[in-house]
């Protein structure tokens, strides 16, 4: 996300956005919530990892790569908020990795606290 600022006669200028308060945690689900999705989404991922290397094909291939890129995809989200949680790392840090995570959601999504999946459901066929 990026917010514009005017310098004397250069128009407008694309700075980054402060990184948001620890406060904003509040909104998303605890850190053994984030802790889980994110061991779920890492899982999922070697899973995916694994029918890629037994893919017959180029186009079976291709299915399996894309796939594993959405599960990449739900899994950086977790990711950040675990990093955000994590009490170990500076303050700094931790809010940086809240600023990733305000970057990869709209932020209806964000100032909501819903995160995505933690796997890409939307792979999953409904019976």
Request: net charge neutral.
């Amino acid at each position: 996300m990026e917010s514009w600022v005017v310098a004397a006669g250069l128009g407008l200028l694309a700075m980054p956005a402060a990184d948001p308060p620890l406060t904003d945690l509040l909104w998303f689900p605890p850190a053994v919530v984030a802790r889980s999705m994110r061991e779920l989404s890492q899982k999922h991922q070697e899973w995916v990892g694994e029918q890629y290397r037994k893919a017959i094909g180029p186009c079976e291939e291709k299915f399996w790569m894309t796939w594993g890129w959405e599960a990449r995809v739900c899994e950086e989200a977790w990711g950040d908020l675990c990093s955000a949680y994590d009490e170990g790392f500076d303050p700094r840090n931790r809010r940086a990795h809240l600023g990733f995570l305000r970057d990869k959601l709209a932020p209806e999504y964000y100032y909501a606290g819903r995160m995505p999946p933690p796997v890409p459901l939307w792979r999953f066929a409904r019976r």
